[in-house]
T-cell receptor, first 113, second 116 residues
Framework: AQSVTQLDSHVSVSEGTPVLLRCNYS??????LFWYVQHPNKGLQLLLK??????LVKGINGFEAEFKKSETSFHLTKPSAHMSDAAEYFC???????????FGAGTRLFVKA | DVKVTQSSRYLVKRTGEKVFLECVQD?????MFWYRQDPGLGLRLIYF???????EKGDIPEGYSVSREKKERFSLILESASTNQTSMYLC???????????????FGPGTRLTVL
């Protein structure tokens, strides 16, 4: 079955240090991959998406993700965390020909001052 | 600015009540979705609709029904609310052909439903 796994339920970093949120997906011929962010009591907002044009994808607020087909991974990174990055992050995958998207369980990011 | 709106941010209902959650999008999208969000489980698809009056069951349809009489509006109905339906409910939309591709799903702010 198609699936997506976020390897950490919680990640805690200090402000100004790098952020790494890990995501693995089950293999498919043509996955589309997304990262969404959800701030408290808000809906989900798109951070970035993989469109097969480039393996390194840049998103909003300084976030990036790299698509690695050999590792079936799509990890989210940011060089320097900001307090406003504290939120829950969801890795999402959809497959060509499929009619639904599959969400990871989410990773909650805590940023310490 | 594109928008998906949900009728209530917070809702408190009693067990056995009939509950209606409304979602409206202004992007002329064909596809609309209802998800349920619970801690540690991510988002789970309840129902989706790919056209007016058309609907398909998602992963957890039991205890829910939906209605789509107009393209812009998608309603989720809890026929007889139960305490295990206490959750955050999120509505989303995407244009036709967008699912399975690289189009973005747009989400509403969510309705936090508590069933006592």
């Amino acid at each position: 079955a198609q699936s997506v796994t976020q390897l950490d339920s919680h990640v805690s970093v200090s402000e100004g240090t790098p952020v790494l949120l890990r995501c693995n997906y089950s293999s498919s011929y043509s996955p589309s991959l997304f990262w969404y962010v959800q701030h408290p009591n808000k809906g989900l907002q798109l951070l970035l998406k993989y469109t097969s044009a480039a393996t390194l994808v840049k998103g909003i607020n300084g976030f990036e993700a790299e698509f690695k087909k050999s590792e079936t991974s799509f990890h989210l990174t940011k060089p320097s965390a900001h307090m406003s990055d504290a939120a829950e992050y969801f890795c999402v995958v959809s497959y060509t020909g499929g009619f639904k998207t599959i969400f990871g369980a989410g990773t909650r990011l805590f940023v310490k001052a | 600015d594109v928008k998906v709106t949900q009728s209530s941010r917070y809702l408190v209902k009693r067990t056995g009540e009939k509950v209606f959650l409304e979602c409206v999008q202004d992007m002329d999208h064909e596809n609309m979705f209802w998800y349920r969000q619970d801690p540690g489980l991510g988002l789970r698809l309840i129902y989706f609709s790919y056209d007016v009056k058309m609907k398909e069951k998602g992963d957890i349809p039991e205890g829910y029904s939906v209605s789509r009489e107009k393209k812009e509006r998608f309603s989720l109905i809890l026929e007889s609310a139960s305490t295990n339906q206490t959750s955050m409910y999120l509505c989303a939309s995407i244009r036709a052909g967008g699912v399975g591709g690289t189009d973005t799903q747009y989400f509403g702010p969510g309705t936090r439903l508590t069933v006592l």
